[in-house]
């Protein structure tokens, strides 16, 4: 009988390589790249939470595809439920068994529920508990803000926009933000304190930090930039 762990590598290899031909990603904020950092997080999670990797790693390359560029309308936000179809069939094709479907499908559909948000979390299984801390993780730090600019470029969203700034209590997800900081608010500065894991909180402590550190540092120079082309125009208009 073939190794377990050697098989299930091999499905995760093939739906990889399914996956890097199939999918085109909307803006490299959910690229190949995010899809391998997850499922690495993923996996490292799983080694000290529990948790079935086959599990965690095929919903990690298969949790973005809502994200498509190539989906039908192309609103804002889809949510990740009407994928199923599709996902069901990437699993098919590479003989993963049936009886992970439906846990699959549920890690992918928590990854974009937060208590914050109208799409709350809810009970659920270990598995999307850590699919979902792997990709907040991914979310904040240095490379979370990469991904959040790479986004807002991507979709024409404006970096900083203060005079349309709001405090929300309530994060919506269909709602496109006036500003990439403005989701900075909306979102990533609220991620920490929604990882569910022990271990995800470890690893999330330091990269929350810089998130932290990084937004008033961002308003201080545009302030300060922004104060110094006003006394310039103020100049002109008196000479």
């Not at 969203?157 to 709602?175: C, G, H, M, R």
């Not at 900075?184 to 550190?213: I, M, N, Q, V």
Request: hydrophobic share 35%; glycine share 6%.
């Amino acid at each position: 009988m073939p190794d377990k762990a050697i098989v299930e590598a091999d499905y995760i290899e093939h739906l990889k390589q399914l996956i890097a031909t199939e999918y085109v990603p909307d803006s490299p904020t959910h690229d190949l790249t995010h899809l391998a950092r997850v499922a690495s997080l993923g996996s490292q999670i799983c080694a000290t939470e529990g948790g079935d990797k086959l599990i965690v790693a095929s919903a990690a390359w298969l949790h973005d595809l809502h994200r498509d560029a190539r989906r039908a309308g192309r609103d804002f936000f889809l949510p990740p439920e009407q994928m199923d179809d599709r996902v069901r069939g990437y699993l098919s094709k590479v003989d993963i068994p049936r009886e992970f479907h439906g846990n699959i499908l549920e890690a992918i559909h928590y990854t974009d529920r937060f208590s914050f948000s109208d799409r709350s979390t809810h009970s659920t299984i270990i598995e999307a508990k850590i699919l979902r801390d792997a990709d907040c993780l991914d979310a904040i730090g240095a490379i979370g803000i990469a991904r959040a600019f790479s986004f807002g470029g991507a979709h024409g969203i404006p970096l900083w926009d203060e005079a349309a700034f709001k405090e929300t209590s309530v994060y919506t997800q269909s709602d496109r933000p006036s500003s990439t900081l403005q989701h900075f608010h909306d979102k990533l500065l609220r991620l920490s304190e929604e990882l569910e894991t022990p271990t995800a909180r470890e690893l999330g402590r330091r990269r929350s930090a810089y998130l932290e550190s990084f937004v008033p540092q961002f308003i201080e120079e545009w302030r300060e930039d922004m104060a110094s082309s006003t006394s310039v125009r103020r100049l002109k208009s008196s000479l």
